[in-house]
């Protein structure tokens, strides 16, 4: 039987695939093959659903990594710099989540307060790094946005491509 967090990924992937309007108790229901009723046990309905699946969302895509990282207090900011590169840019990011999600944040005040978070969450922890190692702050503005803009343009680039980028912001 599908748990929750079953029911949170498949989401995941139908937005990344088709978008935000692809979001539907049937669409959901068929990728997984279970009932409706199962869906409506989990989230009582879209709305429920849909809060459930921004909160999954973000956890999965920063504040996992981010506690992932800091998970050594021992660790010095080169280390944890090192981590998050490692976790991030060689697996390349999902690209098209991302741009999905951004898509849908365009259109929806609810998503455009979750990604703002996302966004600020993610810049004020590479800034952190970036103070921590003695270097400017907007540093770290600047390895995000190669990060997310390398995730935007057509095709996306490749992680050992993100990766290079990174090094050369670092110089």
Do not use: C
């Not at 998970?71 to 080169?78: K, L």
């Not at 697996?91 to 998503?111: C, K, N, S």
Request: overall charge neutral.
């Amino acid at each position: 039987m599908a748990g929750k967090e079953d029911w949170l990924n498949a989401g995941l992937v139908i937005l990344a695939e088709r978008g935000a309007p692809a979001l539907t108790i049937e669409r959901l229901s068929g990728a997984l093959g279970l009932s409706k009723g199962s869906f409506y046990h989990h989230f009582g309905g879209l709305a429920g659903y849909r809060t459930a699946l921004l909160a999954h969302y973000e956890a999965r895509t920063t504040t996992r990594i981010i506690d992932q990282v800091e998970a050594d207090s021992r660790a010095t900011a080169d280390e944890k710099l090192s981590l998050l590169s490692a976790t991030v840019l060689s697996r390349g990011g999902d690209p098209a989540l991302e741009i999905a999600m951004r898509a849908w944040a365009q259109q929806d005040p609810q998503v455009a307060a979750m990604q703002q978070r996302v966004d600020r969450t993610r810049v004020d922890y590479l800034r952190g790094l970036m103070t921590d190692l003695g270097r400017n702050p907007d540093l770290g503005d600047l390895m995000y946005l190669v990060l997310i803009g390398g995730n935007h343009v057509l095709p996306a680039l490749s992680a050992d491509r993100l990766q290079t980028m990174w090094a050369l912001a670092l110089r």
